[in-house]
């Protein structure tokens, strides 16, 4: 999933058809993180009994699925997952045209007195946390709200972040981050390429 | 994203695609009605008008409640004890309240082509919420909405209009709105009640109900609006009753899991008997709580809209470009 600058209108080529940046974690890479953070999620939370993960549509779930199977293996039962949509909570709804496509939100649990790990593939300038943490909220009141992302890429514009992270990648703002993951892309990597220069 | 439409004034011109799109995008907003907190800050700082020129309580409520589920601020006009009672035209009506910086007018109004007429001369979004004999757009939306959550697809169904078409402005959007998704539309009503030639807009007349009802997959069952009818076109009450009521034993002649829509307010006895109105194959309450997610996803799709489509009258009946 591409995350290109926000003030930059979206490139409109899909990144997959391009030739192939530069790598910044390989499938090797990518599982050692996620077990990583599955660890170090229940170092702060050993029993785990009110853990729960919920992605952020879209590129937190397959995300999510990594790290939900570590976490299952270690502490023996199976995590809780759900999928927040935060599209309807972005601050950005008034300036932005057309308006981006609204996906589902489940949560199949209430997260009311849980600790909530929401993931995420990257992490930029933390405006969608900001929209999922109004979000949840609208849902209940967790004990504890944590964020676990894969990449923090940096250029946060509010203050904001990530409790776990699988790896910092510093980027100039004209670089894409794109999360290739073996699920929806068949491979497993992260790779950082250059934009192309707009139009003036 | 097909939809990008300013305003929404009828569906007819409206491809497939947009009218999808604002069904899908209904469906996100249908899961916030069943969270604790039903709201979204979506419309957050944004202004509506609800401009009601003719009485309404349910279609103004669910409108309203569209609104604040969407976190915009709102006011309510009614034509009643107002300005336009002293004689002050449409146009600078809402020229003044467009001076209180609303950005979106939600207008009903006697006159078909009062919301066109409004987009040529606001800047702000309109939505019709019904004009004259002309379109409720809205209504066809949810009806639309209602009938693909509970029969999974649009494209084939057989579906019967029954009762006075020819002040409905509720089927003439249906009309253009299940053409477009493929559905195969009957028209079913006395000839009294039968606009002259609708047929060439593309769907089945019928003068018989039998006729009409059989194999129908959904019936959608229009009130008889006493209210507008002076000059004789049915003979009584009881005579449309048994005649064109819908009832179950004519029911039976319709697809074995026919479902039955109403715009509502019903007429119990009338145009539908009463245990069909609260029976199994009703889906009338479910329209009404579609009502308010399908008008969030238009609020919510046309504040970002900026394609101006369908505002001048000449242009209507041909394609209109996104």
Known sequence: ?200 | MSFRRKHLLGLEGLSREEILEVLDTARSFRQVLDRPIKRVPSLQGATAVNLFFEPSTRTRVSFELAEKRLSADLVNFSSVGSSVSKGETLRDTVRNIEAMRVELVVIRHSASGAPHFLARHIDGHVVNAGDGAHEHPTQALLDLYTIREEMAQLAGLKVAIVGDIAHSRVARSNLWGLKAVGAEVTLCGPTTLMPVEIERIGARVCHRLEEGLEGADIVMVLRLQLERMQGGFVPSLREYAATWGITRSRLALCAPDVRILHPGPINRGVEIANDLADGPESLILDQVTNGVAVRMAVLYLIRSGTADGGVAIEASGEGQSA
């Open chain 1, 1 to 200: 999933m591409t995350h290109p600058d926000p003030k930059a209108p979206a490139p409109i080529t899909d990144p997959r058809d391009r030739a192939p940046g530069r790598v910044v974690l390989d499938a090797a890479g990518i599982e050692r993180a996620t077990t990583r953070i599955a660890h170090e999620i229940l170092e702060r939370d050993p029993d785990a009994d009110d853990l729960v993960l919920v992605a952020i549509v879209r590129g937190g779930e397959p995300v999510a699925k990594l790290v939900g199977a570590k976490l299952a293996e270690l502490c023996g039962h199976p995590v809780p997952t759900g999928a927040l949509d935060i599209t309807l909570y972005r601050d950005d709804l008034r300036t932005i045209s057309p308006h981006p496509i609204v996906h589902s939100t489940e949560l199949p649990f209430d997260v009311e007195g849980r600790v909530l790990v929401l993931v995420d593939d990257v992490l930029y300038t933390g405006r969608t946390v900001r929209a999922a943490l109004g979000a949840i909220m609208d849902y209940g009141r967790p004990r504890a709200i944590q964020l676990a992302v894969l990449v923090d890429r940096g250029h946060r514009e509010l203050p904001i972040r990530a409790d776990y992270v699988g790896k910092n990648v510093p980027t100039a703002q004209r670089e894409n981050v794109t999360v290739f993951l073996r699920e929806e892309d068949g491979e497993d990597s992260i790779q950082i390429d250059e934009m192309e220069p707009e139009e003036p």
